[in-house]
């Protein structure tokens, strides 16, 4: 089967790498890719939401699956676009259409699913540009710190966690009527403050039947000790150490079934990853929000631990054959530390050289923003590399990963060396 994975992050290098060592494969090409997946399989110069361009590239490369990566594609319809085009429409593809995207593309479409499906989450209200002064109210007769969260898609940086009442007013103000998000925050849901340690879970579904993916738990803030600005994730462990079967047992009959159900009763064709980010507090679990793809870097730890052939299930999946199926996962822990460039949520430069990779031989090496120039591997964005480590327990996986980091250089790297710190 030849096979096409959509999106240029660690993400898409991950879920390659694995589908790579399937027996099922004929050839993998990834659109745009980055110097890592080249390695796995064959880039190709192509805009995930260039539609025109991807149908010529399904067509010219037979492709036969294709795995939507990033949620900008899958909000913008590319699922849509291909099942409903004459030519291509027997491409299975992995990643909802357009209205269940809405699940991550809007954070009230998500609050409205839960409240009708009964699945446990944070109380909460939206707010537009024409009744601020409600919004104002709203958080009012809140306690402290306000949630304030952009509806749309902001790069995982439109939420926002204040402790000063005044200060989230004057966000909020700043959201919806000087566009601090974009066209993202044109529409703000404030919800209550939930308490406890988060984690998440990864389904993959074909709309009526699931498999489960190991759990993770990642760190998005900048700085040691989870401080500072919001990132697209800095490390992720996996699975999560204080999630017992019963614990598990629990989030599957209060939120997954409820969830898949859902897509049942609402007639929601939704094939592909069901990302859920919960908090669990006093033995109760709540849920924050819903990606409608695996996470990143989450995707780094939970696909290394799968032993199961990935190509297959996800084949499965894409012809709606879940049922019965099964998933094998390794009996270790995994970790994974993201390497950042200077400056990265902020601003930061590009094409530092990186130096080193070839000498990490006991861990992964999954390249997220990275190119190749004049036959030299270089940073091209935030997020560098994601170093993935195994071991009997998260400690011993982390301290691999930290010793395989020390092999690796490039101007202005940070990382935190804290990953796991709250386990």
Known sequence: MNV???????????????????E??????????????????????????????LKEVILEKKIELV????????VKGV??????DEEIKDTLVIGPEKYAAQLEGSKEFAKEF????????????????????????????????????????????????????NEAKQELKEMLTEQKFGEASSKVVIEEFLTGIELSCFVLTDGKDYVTLPSAKD???????????????????????????????????????????????????????VFIGLIYDNDEVKVIE???????????????????????????????ELAGKTVKFKDESACTVVLVSGGYPE?????KEILGTEKVTDSIVFHAGTKEENGKVVTNGGRVLAITSFGEDFKGALKQSYQSIDKICFDKINFRTDIGFDL
């Not at 462990?237 to 999630?243: A, N």
């Not at 996470?295 to 996800?314: H, N």
């Not at 601003?347 to 094409?351: I, M, N, T, V």
């Open 219 to 273: 760190y998005k803030r900048i700085g040691e000790g989870d401080k500072g600005l919001n990132t697209g994730g800095m490390g992720a462990v996996s699975p999560v150490p204080f999630l017992t079967d019963k614990l598990m047992a629990k989030i599957d009959a209060q939120v997954i079934k409820p969830t898949i159900d859902g897509f049942q009763k609402d007639n929601i064709n939704y094939v592909g990853f």
């Open 114 to 165: 839960m409240y009708r499906h009964n699945i446990p989450t944070a109380a909460y209200k939206s707010f537009t540009a024409e009744n601020l002064e409600e919004g104002y109210k709203f958080l009012e007769t809140l306690k402290a710190p306000y949630v304030l969260k952009a509806d749309g898609l902001a790069a995982g940086k439109g939420v926002l966690i204040i402790e000063d009442i």
């Open 79 to 84: 699922s849509d676009f291909i099942l409903n």
């Open 347 to 351: 601003a930061y430069e590009k094409g």
């Open 67 to 74: 795995v939507v990566g990033p949620e900008d594609p899958l």
């Open 290 to 320: 819903y990606n409608c793809r695996m996470g990143d870097p989450e995707t780094e730890v939970v696909i290394p631990l799968l032993e199961s052939d990935f190509l297959e299930l996800l084949i499965a999946a894409g012809k709606k």
């Open 24 to 53: 099922l494969l004929s050839e993998l090409f990834i659109a745009p890719g980055n110097a890592g997946t080249k390695n796995v399989g064959t880039n190709l110069d192509l805009n995930p939401t260039d539609f025109p361009a």
């Open 4 to 22: 096409l994975i959509l999106g240029a992050g660690g993400r898409e290098h991950a879920i390659g790498w694995k589908i790579a060592q399937s």
